[in-house]
């Protein structure tokens, strides 16, 4: 069914690698390299098209119907840079790479032993010849782990530091998704990569798995008066469910350790107590800005000061 926008996307990846990249590694002396610039190619491509999609359908749904009139450009242009950063880059899927060999090596060494690691389709075998429903159980395993992932980093005071970068927005936008501190981003790329490779997560499955998420995170975070309705709300995390999130004073600060951490599915916040589907859109950011709380404005003021609270804990 989408075969050919899989053959077009090829053929985009091919031309591009040989017509662009592959000439600058000759020229740099650099040609042992070009199997990994190769991937590298692939996975800029999906970031790029990735965010111009996003800007194009999200931002034209920004100026349809906004939840608020926002003026601080300079806020927005540094959430901008982190989603280039991150998505361009593709953070998670370079760790995946990266840690395959490793796990790979384990998962060797212990097959030597007779040890032989179960994956999700050691588990359920039929999953193996349904891509689709594979693919669907595995948005909702990691779904899961994000989920308690996101729990902690509001409940432990060392990682709320961190995360309270993210939370630190007053003007929300589809943008402001990837606003995170760089440690923040190790640590939860990594629990994620970590629990893919144990699962089992193929890495073609993994790179859609990925974009499915931030596409809806985008969509989630976006500057744009929308809920679906009361039974979608419960299905799928939507702007008006995840703003409430963000809210000051309810988000991280209301009930006991916030409410609405679902990533994806609000089914989990639903489960665990802590679902807040009030027909709301809040006033984004952290309480103790009214007070004076820096949390900078631009990316490396928001670095420096995300250590500091890391480190000093005040």
């Not at 990925?210 to 419960?234: D, K, W, Y």
Request: proline content about 4%.
């Amino acid at each position: 069914m989408f075969n050919w926008i899989q053959e077009l996307f090829a053929e985009l990846h091919q031309h591009v690698f040989e017509s662009g990249v592959l000439p600058v590694l000759y020229a740099l002396e650099l040609g042992g390299e070009a199997e990994r610039a190769f991937n590298a190619t692939e996975l800029f491509l999906i970031g790029a098209i990735e965010i111009t999609f996003l800007a194009i359908v999200l931002g034209t749904l920004e100026k349809w119907r906004p939840v608020e009139v926002q003026s601080h450009s300079g806020w927005k242009k540094t959430d901008a840079l982190y989603t280039m950063l991150h998505r361009l880059g593709f953070v998670p899927l370079l760790l995946f790479f990266m840690l395959m060999p490793l796990v790979d090596t384990l998962d060797g060494a212990l097959r030597m032993h007779d040890i032989i690691p179960p994956n999700l389709e050691d588990w359920v075998p039929w999953l193996a010849g349904a891509p689709l429903v594979s693919f669907l159980v595995y948005l909702l395993v990691l779904d899961f782990v994000a989920y308690w992932l996101h729990r902690w980093q509001h409940r432990f005071n060392w990682w709320w530091s961190l995360h309270a970068l993210h939370h630190s927005q007053r003007e929300m936008s589809f943008w402001s998704d990837d606003r995170n501190h760089l440690l923040d981003d190790l640590l939860i790329d990594s629990a994620h990569v970590m629990v893919a490779l144990l699962i089992g997560v193929p890495p073609g499955q993994f790179i859609a798995l990925v974009v499915a998420s931030r596409m809806i995170e985008s969509l989630s975070h976006a500057n744009l008066r929308l809920h679906f309705g009361r039974v979608g709300e419960r299905l799928l995390v939507s702007p008006r469910f995840h703003r409430v999130h963000h809210g000051v004073g309810v988000g991280h600060e209301g009930r006991t350790q916030g409410c609405n951490f679902a990533v994806l599915f609000p089914i989990w916040d639903v489960m665990f107590g802590t679902a807040n589907f009030e027909p709301t859109f809040p006033a984004t950011g952290i309480r103790d800005q009214a007070d004076g709380r820096e949390y900078g404005d631009t990316f490396w003021r928001q670095q420096w000061l995300g250590l500091q609270r890391l480190l000093v804990r005040q």
